[in-house]
């Protein structure tokens, strides 16, 4: 039987409830009300190495930088970039059909096609669609954190916000995002320790 899960109450296969709170997505007995199952929705974790990163820029020369900083720590075995939301969407869709391990997701907030927001609550959609775990979003941009992107963030969650600045001078950008980069690696692993 499609959509039912096994209730240990109720001793059968029964429909369930999905409910998202507190950070957390509770499975529920449609009958008894049961807990079937717990997810955290902001489990920290470490990338085991199998997992993909996706990037999506329009800048090549930012997604270049990022890449090469992610390579170099290791992060995850496999790296996708993308110059826009819809061509991030169209991989991370395939990736959740085949069930492959997402570690991140880092994302512009401004880009042609389909910007970072757009794409954030697509990627949102289809977790929900697919009862799949979400996947942590690092919002990069230079656009500043208005109270508008916050109240986004909070829906989109777990998600976070960095800004690489606006620094024209492209050594510095590239020091700037191998800095911000690194430190979210660092955390990210930390918080896994």
């Known amino acids: 039987m499609e959509n039912t899960q096994y209730c240990l109450c109720c001793n059968e296969e029964v429909p369930?409830?999905?409910?998202?709170?507190?950070?957390?997505?509770?499975?529920?007995?449609?009958?008894?009300?049961?807990?079937?199952?717990?997810?955290?929705?902001?489990?920290?974790?470490?990338?085991?190495?199998?997992?993909?990163?996706?990037?999506?820029?329009?800048?090549?020369?930012?997604?270049?930088?990022?890449?090469?900083?992610?390579?170099?720590?290791?992060?995850?075995?496999?790296?996708?970039?993308?110059?826009n939301g819809l061509e991030l969407i169209s991989s991370y869709s395939r990736l959740l059909k085949e069930k492959q391990?997402?570690?991140?997701?880092?994302?512009?907030?401004?880009?042609?096609?389909?910007?970072?927001?757009?794409?954030?609550?697509?990627?949102?959609?289809?977790?929900?669609?697919?009862?799949?775990?979400?996947?942590?979003i690092i919002f990069f941009s230079s656009e500043k954190a208005d109270e508008g992107l916050k109240k986004q963030m909070e829906l989109l969650k777990p998600a976070n916000y960095v800004n690489k600045g606006s620094d024209p001078d492209p050594d510095n950008l590239a020091l700037r995002i191998e800095f911000l980069v690194t430190h979210l690696i660092d955390k990210y692993e930390q918080a896994t320790g």
């Open 16 to 83: 369930f409830n999905t409910v998202f709170r507190n950070e957390r997505q509770e499975t529920t007995c449609a009958f008894c009300g049961f807990t079937l199952d717990v997810q955290k929705l902001w489990e920290a974790r470490k990338p085991s190495g199998k997992g993909y990163t996706l990037i999506a820029d329009d800048s090549k020369y930012t997604r270049k930088i990022i890449e090469d900083l992610l390579r170099e720590k290791s992060f995850s075995s496999n790296l996708l970039s993308f110059e």
């Open 101 to 136: 391990k997402i570690d991140i997701a880092i994302i512009d907030l401004n880009m042609p096609v389909m910007d970072g927001l757009t794409a954030a609550r697509t990627m949102r959609s289809l977790e929900s669609q697919g009862m799949a775990k979400k996947t942590p």
